[in-house]
């Protein structure tokens, strides 16, 4: 592998695997805030409650299981799949235990963690996605189911986050103000995000790391 080569390959993992521990600060945030989470997380939380094991835990065999659902409905599996599976658990476990995040008491420090919560996983998707190293198993399921039903992504998705929810509520997930919040912000984070990233990308900075080409120093 030649140096420029590695060094592409070394950013690509560096910004997968920051947006992957985003996406857990994320999810920790949410649920300490108390103000509901996001869809997925009304199911998992809802597994965990019934189950005894951890979020992070829970997290990766939902994700097990989806990605095995896709591959049966023949969507190609990339690395950065089985990498979302392995690292957004075990850093939402890794976050939860380290104890940095505070239990918010007043509800405007609840609401500051919240919004800091989705902004997190907003632009931890947006970082892990722009890596094109591969959809996450929730996105993989999606475009398989696409695919076989031909109706459109936004319907799909929709009935995804829809039924997770309600199955998530019905196991004991908490549901409240934050779930649809969540579905409503979290778009416009992960927009914010790629912005950001088209903007480091157009840097000169970024430029020269990216060729391999030697910084020239003062």
Not at 76 to 84: C, P, S, V, W
């Amino acid at each position: 592998m030649n140096k420029t080569k590695f060094i592409k390959t070394a950013l690509r993992l560096v910004a997968l695997f920051f947006g992957y521990f985003l996406i857990a600060n994320g999810i920790v945030y949410t649920v300490r805030a108390g103000l509901g989470v996001s869809p997925w997380d009304v199911l998992h939380l809802g597994v965990s409650y019934l189950t005894g094991l951890s979020l992070g835990r829970v997290t990766q065999g939902v994700g097990l299981i989806l990605v095995i659902l896709s591959y049966t409905l023949k969507v190609r599996l990339y690395i950065g799949t089985l990498l979302n599976i392995i690292f957004i658990g075990l850093f939402v476990d890794l976050v939860a235990n380290l104890g940095f995040v505070p239990v918010p008491g007043a509800l405007w420090q609840r609401i500051a963690l919240y919004l800091t919560g989705v902004a997190a996983a907003g632009f931890g998707i947006a970082l892990y996605i722009s890596t094109n190293l591969g959809a996450g198993p929730r996105d993989s399921l999606m475009l398989a189911l696409v695919r076989v039903t031909s109706l459109r992504v936004g319907v799909i998705r929709t009935m995804m986050e829809v039924s997770v929810t309600i199955i998530g509520y019905i196991l004991g997930g908490p549901l409240g103000i934050g779930t649809v919040l969540f579905a409503l912000l979290v778009g416009w984070f992960m927009e914010a995000g790629f912005a950001v990233i088209r903007m480091i990308k157009k840097s000169a900075y970024y430029s020269r790391v990216w060729t391999g080409a030697q910084v020239n120093k003062a």
